[in-house]
């Protein structure tokens, strides 16, 4: 009588599929790798996925396509998550426009590290890193000093 085959259980893995440039993976010029961030999505106001390109230098939307029963072939194992994540880069102001909406009400200038802030969401701080986001914060916010006071503008 043969013995039936015990099935393994499903396990969390930590592997996916994932298409992005090769510029997103580029640890050579930064001292840390990208990292998967989970950050408040300005449309739906609720956590979405987000990469944070090597040394936080660049923000990348993360997408997921999905459908029912798909599976990817990974070296000699299956992933069951047959979802394919798509990573597309992105303006960092897109996600700190809201914060600075919000303390917009107040009128007056506050330094910016303390706008962007978020219990829910920590890693919002670390767009600030972002290469582009300090850069062109001028096209939304006004400046007062040297120190990154900032208040959201009005024009």
């Not at 990469?51 to 990974?74: C, I, N, P, R, T």
């Not at 962007?116 to 914060?137: G, Q």
Request: aromatic share 10%; with cysteine.
């Amino acid at each position: 009588m043969a013995a039936k085959k015990k099935r393994t259980p499903n396990v969390q893995n930590d592997s996916w599929v994932v298409i992005a440039a090769d510029s997103v993976i580029d640890t050579q010029k930064h001292d840390s790798d990208p990292a998967f961030v989970r950050l408040r999505n300005p449309s739906t106001d609720a956590a979405s996925l987000y990469m944070l390109g090597g040394g936080d230098v660049q923000l990348y939307e993360v997408k997921a396509f999905e459908e029912d029963f798909h599976s990817w072939f990974v070296g000699q194992t299956v992933q069951r998550d047959g979802r394919l994540l798509f990573v597309t880069p992105m303006d960092p102001l897109y996600l700190i426009l809201p914060y600075l909406i919000k303390s917009g009400k107040e009128e007056k200038f506050q330094p910016v590290d303390q706008v962007v802030m978020d219990e829910e969401f920590p890693a919002c701080s670390r767009l600030l890193s972002c290469t582009h986001s300090l850069a062109s914060m001028h096209h939304i916010a006004e400046e007062k000093g040297p120190g990154l006071f900032m208040k959201l503008s009005q024009e």
